[in-house]
């Protein structure tokens, strides 16, 4: 029991110690610049096959 209690207070520490951490986070990114059209998309192409026929009834 006592190694429970002591694994469970260690990782609670441990938890608290990595959120609390003054290290800064480096990492940047770069923005692309927009696009320089203003027209709008594209419609899809329309289908080439057609429709399937209902089934005959019977």
């Not at 951490?21 to 203003?38: F, K, L």
């Amino acid at each position: 029991m006592k190694k429970l209690i002591l694994a469970s207070a260690s990782a609670i520490a441990l938890f608290g110690i990595a959120a609390c951490s003054d290290t800064a986070d480096n990492t940047t990114t770069q923005s692309t610049p927009p696009a320089d059209t203003t027209e709008p998309a594209t419609p899809p192409p329309a289908e080439a096959t057609p429709p399937a026929e209902p089934a005959p009834a019977q």
